[in-house]
């Protein structure tokens, strides 16, 4: 009996093969769909966070600008509150008010000396009732302040603002606040204030200091901002008016760049746009934006155009593609020449897909082969290693200075609500990089920058064991936790030697180490316990550390 011949496309091996090939490439196919789903998610995810990463990093460049400016009035305001002499005192010694007056100007030229961006400093007394006080200008620009007569304010009545607003608005608010940026026109500036009422016992206001800041120092900071390739920064209040923006003038209102952007100014009442992103269209061009608020009250905005934004989602797509089609033709291809063989793995890797397209990375790849389904299985490591690195550079960029290399003032700030608790014991040291604006007007901001690095590799070095930040421009801090602290004086002596070492091998100013630091250890069981110990430790490192500035600067 002749034994039929089975055709190829009637073999079990065929079938086999077929049922492989169709499996494989629903498989993948589900794979690639789900994974575009995914990573198409991801990508709108990590364009928002980028954008409002971007805000927060340079919000609190800003910040840390307007906290110097606030932390100088701190120091005036605990000055002048326990030394203006009483009327008792004034009665006694007529020239106890004018000593008075001396010593705030020198503390005032002090700070101003180490505070950028000063143009004007005051301290009026009891201004309702007398002209008494100081009054310093900075009208060159050079650092040099001359005095200037004070407003009497009994001359004016309280509707004429452009005279007296620095005095009533401050009365009417009790605190401290910043007025928005003007046009000051005893010095043809534009300028913000930041002023502070000072009140005796009952909480009646008898005195007021302020200082104005040239608005320039801040449009210089908002003009290096880059977001994508051409997005930018503006400022902006609650109300949607803006105070700076590259194209548009000074008082112009987003509305009237598109009245879609009703909801956009609705929006801006919030503390800021973490999580989402505003899109609107201006000269035919789509845009997407974030905010952050200042501590000033003011909005800082980010935009980019849409098409920036999606750039890097289509040409991850396109490959994805790619790779994925190449994948499919490779898996074909072993199959047909090798089904037997390949089976059992390209089963396994067919369930290692489906969970990297579930998002699960963490996954376990089947045995490596010397074929192509081991180079498959290569391949889809590879991927799962470079979605890693792109996942973790995503981290790096949130919790680390790009620059230094140390942590940023989000990972400073989680640190510090960690140990913010009665009953921890810690340390603060904080630094200040001296001299950073010389450099970079003398030498350029690149050799600012290395200036900046050489100081955060010798606190990385010397302080490699402690959590170390940079959490501002030129401001680092050193945490030490719980028994660290007992090593916090010998590493400052360290570093002092070390950097003595380093500068007196440098050649250039920006390869020096100029650098102001103040150290603050809260033991609740020797000092007992505060509510708020971060706080306290940090001003008063902060305040050790402008000490040693002063120093600095004097010598």
């Given at each position: 009996m002749e034994v039929q011949k089975v055709g190829f496309f009637q073999s079990v091996k065929f079938k086999i093969m077929a049922l492989s090939v169709v499996a494989i490439i629903i498989c993948t196919v589900f794979f690639l769909i789900v994974g575009m789903a995914k990573m198409t998610e991801q990508d709108e995810e990590s364009a928002t966070q980028i954008m409002n990463l971007t805000c927060q990093n340079e919000t609190a460049q800003l910040n840390t600008l307007f906290g110097k400016i606030e932390s100088s009035m701190d120091i005036m305001l605990d000055y002048v509150s326990k030394n203006v002499p009483s009327e008792e005192e004034q009665a006694a010694n007529p020239a106890a008010l004018q000593e008075f007056m001396e010593d705030v100007e020198y503390h005032y030229d002090s700070i101003a000396g180490i505070t950028d961006g000063i143009v004007a400093y005051y301290y009026t007394y009891k201004p309702g009732e007398m002209v008494e006080g100081v009054f310093k200008i900075d009208m060159q620009g050079n650092g040099e302040f001359e005095e200037f007569a004070l407003t009497d304010i009994t001359q004016y009545t309280e509707e004429e603002k452009s005279h007296v607003s620095w005095y009533y608005d401050v009365l009417k608010a009790g605190e401290p606040i910043w007025f928005e940026p003007y046009m000051n026109e005893n010095y043809n500036k534009y300028i913000i204030s930041y002023e502070v009422p000072i009140k005796d016992e009952d909480g009646n206001m008898y005195a007021v200091i302020g200082m104005d800041i040239d608005f320039t120092v801040l449009e210089e900071l908002i003009d290096e901002v880059s977001v994508y390739d051409s997005g930018y920064?503006?400022?902006?209040?609650?109300?949607?008016?803006?105070?700076?923006?590259?194209?548009?003038?000074?008082?112009?209102?987003?509305?009237?760049?598109?009245?879609?952007?009703?909801?956009?100014?609705?929006?801006?009442?919030?503390?800021?746009?973490?999580?989402?992103?505003?899109?609107?269209?201006?000269?035919?061009?789509?845009?997407?934006?974030?905010?952050?608020?200042?501590?000033?009250?003011?909005?800082?905005?980010?935009?980019?155009?849409?098409?920036?934004?999606?750039?890097?989602?289509?040409?991850?797509?396109?490959?994805?593609?790619?790779?994925?089609?190449?994948?499919?033709?490779?898996?074909?291809?072993?199959?047909?020449?090798?089904?037997?063989?390949?089976?059992?793995?390209?089963?396994?890797?067919?369930?290692?897909?489906?969970?990297?397209?579930?998002?699960?990375?963490?996954?376990?790849?089947?045995?490596?082969?010397?074929d192509e389904i081991g180079v498959l299985n290569i391949t889809m490591q590879g991927m799962v290693v470079n979605i890693k690195k792109i996942m973790d550079k995503l981290h790096d960029n949130a919790y680390k200075d790009g620059m230094t290399g140390l942590g940023n003032k989000r990972a400073y700030e989680e640190v510090c609500k960690s140990i913010n608790n009665p009953d921890y014991k810690f340390g603060m040291i904080m630094f200040d990089v001296n001299f950073l604006k010389k450099v970079?007007?003398?030498?350029?901001?690149?050799?600012?920058?290395?200036?900046?690095?050489?100081?955060?590799?010798?606190?990385?070095?010397?302080?490699?064991?402690?959590?170390?930040?940079?959490?501002?421009?030129?401001?680092?801090?050193?945490?030490?936790?719980?028994?660290?602290?007992?090593?916090?004086?010998a590493l400052l002596r360290k570093f002092d030697d070390k950097a003595e070492i380093i500068n007196s091998e440098a050649k250039n100013l920006w390869e020096r180490i100029e650098i102001a630091k103040g150290m603050a250890i809260y033991d609740p069981d020797e000092d007992g316990k505060v509510a708020d110990p971060v706080d306290v430790t940090i001003k008063l490192a902060d305040a050790r550390m402008y000490k040693d500035k002063a120093e600095k600067k004097r010598v």
């Open positions: 920064a503006f400022l902006t209040n609650r109300e949607g008016k803006i105070f700076y923006h590259k194209d548009l003038e000074e008082g112009t209102y987003i509305t009237d760049v598109d009245k879609n952007l009703d909801d956009f100014v609705k929006k801006l009442n919030v503390n800021d746009s973490w999580g989402m992103l505003y899109g609107y269209k201006y000269k035919g061009v789509e845009k997407k934006m974030a905010f952050c608020s200042l501590d000033n009250g003011m909005k800082f905005v980010i935009v980019a155009p849409l098409s920036e934004i999606e750039a890097s989602k289509l040409v991850v797509q396109k490959s994805y593609l790619q790779i994925s089609i190449v994948v499919i033709l490779i898996i074909i291809l072993i199959t047909i020449f090798m089904s037997d063989r390949v089976t059992k793995p390209l089963v396994s890797l067919t369930g290692v897909a489906r969970e990297i397209g579930n998002g699960k990375l963490n996954v376990e790849f089947p045995k490596k082969t010397g970079n007007d003398e030498c350029g901001h690149d050799k600012g920058d290395m200036y900046l690095k050489t100081a955060s590799n010798l606190i990385a070095e010397v302080f490699e064991k402690y959590a170390c930040f940079r959490f501002g421009g030129d401001e680092f801090a050193v945490v030490l936790l719980e028994e660290q602290i007992y090593d916090g004086k």
